[in-house]
């Protein structure tokens, strides 16, 4: 049985492992000045983040079209595949996952959806290590039951350089009532089951990446690593080449897409982690 993938431009799935695994990833859309442009394909994310604090107004972000699944779906099954496996961001922080059920409606069982309950490489560790086990030959239910697996132990944390661009998004109720001088304090969250938690404040970034730290030695053994930034690159290699030895596997250094960095703004740092238990 053949199975092919389709995800979305917040998983942060490296081009490489894209072609090598043949999974689909439809762009969302960056809305900038009242145009729209495909995340990941028409905008470039260093310039972008160089350009974002004197963007006025702020950019916003939308769900791809019902359509563009629809495309990709029939795409696949028409070139061999017995199913599509369809991931996506939260239903709680995003409208792509219900934009991609109105797709599925059309095929039957023949598309399978998930939730995933994350965003960036927590979404996009559950495309890859499903699609490695498709790869070596499991069935459609032994991939199912991968990407639950993987779904369930995934972590995300970050740490902002501000609070202004989650506060504005909209898209976590507790940010709105963070104001004044504590938008200038460096925020670590969690991103866990599609809700964004704080976990605490510092005052200084060097507080903060201890923090993070602290907070992926907490996490045990691993089984993926990425660290991910927001045009921060330099900070985050250094990050990186302090954490690499933990995994078997190379880790991802990610910058992440415009159309997740729209709503936590440049300069940010993290990790996306499967841990093996």
Do not use: C
């Not at 160089?50 to 006025?56: F, G, H, V, Y």
């Amino acid at each position: 049985m053949k199975i092919g993938f389709v995800t979305d431009s917040t998983s942060d799935i490296p081009a490489n492992l894209a072609e090598q695994y043949g999974i689909e990833i439809v762009p969302a859309l960056v809305n900038i000045n009242g145009k729209s442009y495909a995340d990941g394909l028409e905008i470039n994310r260093s310039e972008f983040y160089t350009s974002l604090p004197n963007l006025k107004p702020l950019p916003t972000t939308s769900s791809p079209p019902v359509g563009a699944f629809e495309e990709r779906y029939e795409k696949i099954l028409q070139a061999g595949a017995d199913s599509v496996i369809s991931i996506h961001p939260s239903n709680e922080l995003s409208g792509i996952f219900n934009a991609a059920r109105l797709a599925a409606q059309g095929f039957g069982q023949r598309i399978t959806l998930f939730d995933s309950g994350q965003a960036s490489l927590g979404l996009g560790y559950q495309v890859i290590l499903a699609a490695e086990a498709a790869a070596h030959g499991a069935i459609l239910e032994d991939v199912q039951a991968r990407v639950e697996s993987v779904r369930k132990r995934v972590r995300v944390t970050a740490l902002l350089d501000t609070l202004e661009y989650v506060r504005r998004s909209g898209r976590v109720s507790w940010a709105a009532a963070m104001i004044g001088g504590m938008l200038r304090l460096r925020l670590l969250i969690e991103l866990r089951q599609g809700i964004v938690y704080r976990l605490g404040q510092v005052r200084t970034r060097l507080q903060g990446i201890e923090r993070l730290m602290e907070t992926l030695n907490s996490w045990g053994p691993l089984e993926r690593l990425a660290v991910l930034h927001t045009n921060a690159e330099s900070t985050a290699q250094q990050i990186l080449d302090q954490v690499k030895s933990k995994v078997v596997v190379p880790p991802l250094l990610v910058n992440v897409t415009t159309a997740i960095g729209t709503h936590v703004g440049p300069n940010g740092l993290g990790f996306a982690v499967v841990p093996v238990s």
